[in-house]
């Protein structure tokens, strides 16, 4: 059995897009025998790698990224403005909320696309927004994106290759 475990493993440390680890699976044992000629650690480990392989072939796998909850607080003229730069970064707002001349937006918006917001948010609202962050949950890249990183990916395997 724990050839079979490490054999899962080890295939589970590439993954079939990106070669990115692939999380959230579980395997389970339902038949096997040993044989006393052909039955070796190894052999048991390259079967448990098979079996992973065309198990997530059938299960159509996509990548997954990092998305953060938002919090921006700036004065309430800026509102417009906090509420672009979120679409521009492909945030999807949760909530608005204005108090006491300062407007309160809440959204998620992917990691990746958070990177230089600080700089945008205070030249847009003339250094009076501030933001918060922390992690909210991993959810599946756009189809599009995801068809983007295999190519790349792909492309730079082929390089390693032939060098």
């Known amino acids: 059995m724990s050839a079979i475990e490490?054999?899962?493993?080890?295939?589970?440390?590439?993954?079939?897009?990106?070669?990115?680890p692939v999380c959230g699976c579980r395997f389970v044992?339902?038949?096997?025998?040993?044989?006393?000629?052909?039955?070796?650690?190894l052999a048991f480990?390259?079967?448990a790698k098979g079996a992973f392989r065309q198990a997530v072939e059938q299960a159509a796998?996509?990548?997954?990224?990092?998305v953060m909850e938002v919090e921006i607080a700036a004065p309430e003229e800026f509102q417009g403005t906090v509420v672009s730069l979120l679409n521009k970064r492909k945030g999807?707002?949760?909530?608005?909320?204005?108090?006491?001349?300062?407007?309160?937006?809440?959204?998620?918006v992917?990691?990746?696309?958070?990177f230089g917001f600080s700089t945008d948010l205070?030249?847009?609202?003339?250094?009076?927004?501030?933001?918060?962050?922390?992690?909210k949950e991993h959810m599946p890249v756009p189809v599009?994106?995801?068809?983007?990183?295999?190519?790349?990916?792909?492309?730079?395997?082929?390089k390693k290759q032939n060098a």
């Not at 599009?144 to 082929?158: G, P, R």
Request: proline content about 5%; charged content about 25%; aromatic content about 4%.
């Open 92 to 108: 999807v707002i949760d909530s608005s909320e204005v108090q006491q001349g300062y407007v309160t937006v809440t959204a998620v």
């Open 122 to 135: 205070r030249s847009s609202t003339q250094g009076k927004g501030e933001f918060s962050m922390e992690y």
């Open 61 to 66: 796998p996509v990548l997954l990224e990092p």
């Open 144 to 158: 599009n994106v995801q068809q983007d990183l295999i190519k790349t990916h792909q492309e730079a395997k082929m």
């Open 45 to 47: 480990k390259i079967a």
């Open 110 to 114: 992917p990691l990746a696309q958070m």
């Open 6 to 20: 490490k054999g899962f493993l080890e295939q589970a440390g590439e993954g079939p897009l990106i070669d990115h």
């Open 29 to 41: 044992v339902e038949d096997g025998a040993s044989h006393a000629v052909d039955s070796s650690e």
